[in-house]
């Protein structure tokens, strides 16, 4: 039976479902967008305070494939909002090293967002400091739904031999294939759900669900559960020694 080296490091990569924006600006008497757009701003702290507690990866949930079920006001806010989002925080984001990638189907996204996209990741592909993903029209099933069906046109095509497809194949084709996989899942808002959020890729994370909502969410809770993760005993199925 494998042995399992003891829990030593803090978390290399978090992953965090920023959920509770809608909460917070009712509980202010404000429409909802007034708390995605406070929750936006959160964001900037949070990936600043990575280097220092040694978060090397940092994958946030912006939009999921569900979330389109909402009004249509909310969903053009809220493309409004990436789209400013990203023109605004270019800079910085490029200046303190930040890489940036999204992962999620762009196909549905509107074209002056998806060159932003594409635009923010190129000019942050030489950093290295911090990688910052960000899932917008992200849904795990999706994602291994668009895997799996890249992974039959190569069986089709013969480029893949079906009898050598094993559990390090299916990750190849998703969308966080360059990404190693979340040590610690947090949730904001109270929710002890995941809703689609990196659903192959959590098998053996280690998940927090706090009752803060993400507007409220700041550096030192952040650093708080990241510093509590180093007491969690990661077994992997195996046994400690
Ligand atoms: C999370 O906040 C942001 C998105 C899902 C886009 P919510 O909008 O889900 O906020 P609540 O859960 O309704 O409070
Ligand atoms: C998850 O939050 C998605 C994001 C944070 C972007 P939701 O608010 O959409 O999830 P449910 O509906 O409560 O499960
Ligand atoms: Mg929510």
Same mark, same amino acid.
């Given at each position: 039976m494998t042995a399992v080296a003891a829990?030593?490091?803090?978390?290399r990569h978090v992953a965090i479902i920023m959920d509770g924006n809608g909460r917070w600006a009712q509980a202010r008497g404000r429409p909802r967008l007034f708390g995605h757009h406070a929750g936006a701003r959160r964001v900037r702290e949070i990936v600043e305070a990575c280097p220092d507690l040694g978060v090397k990866y940092l994958t946030i949930f912006a939009?999921?494939?569900?979330?389109?079920? %909402?009004t249509q006001v909310e969903v053009a806010g809220l493309m409004s909002l990436f789209r400013r989002y990203i023109t605004k925080e270019a800079r910085a984001l490029f200046n303190e090293g930040v890489r940036v990638r999204f992962i999620g *189907? %762009?196909?549905? !996204?509107d074209k002056k967002l998806i060159a932003l996209m594409d635009e923010l990741e190129q000019i942050t592909a030489?950093?290295?400091r911090v990688h910052l993903t960000i899932a917008l029209n992200y849904g795990g099933r999706d994602e291994v739904a668009r895997a799996t069906k890249r992974l039959a046109e190569d069986v089709a095509a013969g %480029? !893949? *031999?079906?009898?050598?497809? *094993?559990?390090?194949? !299916?990750p190849r084709y998703l *969308?966080?294939?360059?990404l190693p996989d979340p040590d610690l899942v947090i949730r904001t808002s109270?929710?002890?759900?995941?809703?689609?959020?990196?659903l192959w890729q959590s098998a053996y994370a280690e998940y927090e669900f706090i009752d803060t909502l993400w507007p409220d969410f700041t550096a030192e809770i952040f650093a708080g559960i990241v510093g509590s993760y180093a007491g969690r005993d990661r077994r992997f199925g195996g046994v400690k020694v």
């Open positions: 829990q030593q490091s803090g978390p939009f999921s494939t569900e979330n389109w079920k %909402r *189907d %762009r196909v549905k !996204l030489g950093n290295d %480029r !893949l *031999d079906p009898a050598k497809v *094993d559990e390090e194949t !299916l *969308d966080t294939c360059v109270g929710e002890a759900r995941i809703s689609n959020f990196l």
